[in-house]
């Protein structure tokens, strides 16, 4: 079929790849010329594994192109999938459809026969009825659009198993022909025995928000429970691995730690309460304001918790944060809790360096006044505190023992209970987590303010450098 993808952002790019990947013939348009550049030349604007391959495969297969006209997008598609972002609105929880909306105007007024236009991006519901009132204004004489929404629910850092092999189609239809039309879009995948569910559109735009309040409440709740047992001497990881067991619960997205970021969470659930409240029910979704201020009140007690590893005052410290983006396999810094507290240390007077495999650039543009190193043991060097924010999977490969060489004293705050915390104790690290009670002999004592124990220089340091590094430095991709 003929398809256009309008939003060529981590959404669009993706899945307007993947679907001239199993046959399509496919228009990605974007205003964003230099990123329309990058990708006609298979040049990825964003870190995804596996997505340069699916680029590189649909571009060479003439199914793929892109370009930068509303227009040209009119006459080509058969089917336009809308995947602009929904950012929140300045100074409001809403969701900011401008840019839904401009794609309607810029679109509809051109369009030369008859289509369906299929939004994809995440929405307050009643967003579907809204545009169909605003496409009829705006179609030309003798052309029909209907409206449909299909949300994505896509992964970052597998979004291209997301959108070959999801674990679910939902589409909402007002009609038979619209819902026929997405099963020929979609035929590979239902071929494949991928469950497909029909439902009016209300239900589907609810569909992904209510998915997302979900998961960020279960994170929470777990969040919430580390903190109660931080007052109490339990161990989070042990709470959650009894309570995963109970096949009502389940173990996935009960790991405490730093909490949720990234484009989505954070604004969806703010966007479905203002939603919520707009049609009469907010408290029925009260629950997520305390969900959103659990998962802020991570940051702070993480900033805290260095600050008491620091010795009560993080002024002059040398600081080292594995992590920036907001999640591992992915270079999205977008609401990075990791960053949060790399941009608090250092206004608090710390000497913070940042490393992370992937998302150092955009950590750099986010925040010019962190020091952000590409190398993982010169953002170690002499460090007096390492802070394990984000879960790269190269970071548990590292060697507790050859980092302790290199840093200036082994502290380690591991916020997202991810590292083996007896192998780096065994190493010679102090190491505390959230919800996580340190044994009693190793405790730390409160570290005076004035300088520690000076950095010696060491063969040792330059020696183990490169093993170091070849643990934790996979290939790109990998």
Not at 117 to 136: C, D, E, M, Q
Request: hydrophobic share 45%; aromatic share 4%; charged share 25%.
């Amino acid at each position: 079929m003929r398809l256009t993808v309008i939003g060529t952002g981590y959404l669009g790019a993706v899945h307007a790849a993947c679907m001239a990947d199993i046959g399509h013939d496919v228009l990605g348009v974007d205003v964003d010329a230099e990123k329309i550049a990058a990708l006609a030349e298979g040049r990825p604007p964003f870190y995804e594994p596996g997505f340069d391959e699916v680029l590189t495969r649909a571009l060479a297969s003439g199914r793929l192109r892109f370009g930068t006209s509303l227009r040209e997008a009119a006459v080509h598609g058969e089917v336009h999938f809308v995947c602009v972002g929904t950012p929140q609105q300045a100074g409001s929880d809403a969701a900011d459809l401008r840019y839904v909306d401009a794609v309607v105007d810029g679109l509809v007024p051109h369009l030369a026969g008859s289509c369906l236009v299929v939004g994809k991006s995440t929405v307050p519901v009643g967003t579907t009825a809204r545009l169909t009132a605003r496409i009829a204004a705006l179609v030309p004489p003798g052309v029909r659009a209907d409206v449909a929404w299909n949300p994505e629910f896509l992964r970052e850092g597998f979004a291209v198993e997301d959108t070959l092999r999801p674990d679910r189609i939902v589409v909402g239809t007002t009609g038979q022909e619209a819902d026929g039309i997405l099963r020929r879009v979609y035929a590979p995948m239902l071929e494949a025995g991928v469950p497909y569910i029909a439902t009016d559109p209300s239900t589907a735009e609810l569909v992904k928000v209510a998915a997302n309040s979900f998961l960020a409440t279960k994170i929470s709740f777990i969040n919430a429970m580390a903190e109660v047992c931080d007052a109490a001497g339990g161990d989070v990881v042990t709470l959650a691995d009894a309570l995963g067991h109970d096949t009502r619960i389940g173990r996935r997205f009960l790991n405490a730690g730093l909490g949720f970021g990234g484009g989505c969470l954070p604004k969806d659930i703010r966007a479905f309460t203002a939603r919520a409240r707009e049609l009469g029910v907010g408290p029925a979704v009260a629950f997520l304001d305390q969900v959103d201020v659990i998962n802020e009140r991570q940051r702070t007690r993480t900033v805290a918790l260095a600050r008491r590893l620091a010795g009560g005052d993080l002024a002059g410290r040398r600081v080292t944060v594995l992590g920036a983006t907001f999640k591992p396999d992915s270079d999205d810094v977008r609401d990075s809790p990791a960053l949060a507290v790399a941009a608090s240390l250092h206004r608090e007077g710390a000497e913070v360096r940042v490393h992370d495999p992937e998302g150092i650039g955009n950590a750099r543009r986010a925040h010019p006044e962190l020091r952000c190193e590409e190398d993982l043991l010169t953002a170690c060097q002499g460090a007096e505190l390492v802070l394990h924010l984000t879960e790269w999977g190269q970071y548990r490969e590292l060697d507790p023992a050859k980092l302790a060489r290199v840093v200036r004293e082994p502290v380690l705050l591991d916020a997202r209970n991810a590292l083996a915390h007896e192998e780096w104790r065994a190493a010679g690290w102090t190491v505390e987590a959230l919800g996580r009670p340190a044994p009693p002999d190793r405790r730390p004592a409160a570290r005076p303010g004035a300088p520690l124990r000076a950095t010696i220089a060491s063969p040792a340091v330059d020696a183990d450098r490169a093993a170091t590094l070849s643990a934790a430095t996979p290939a790109r991709g990998a």
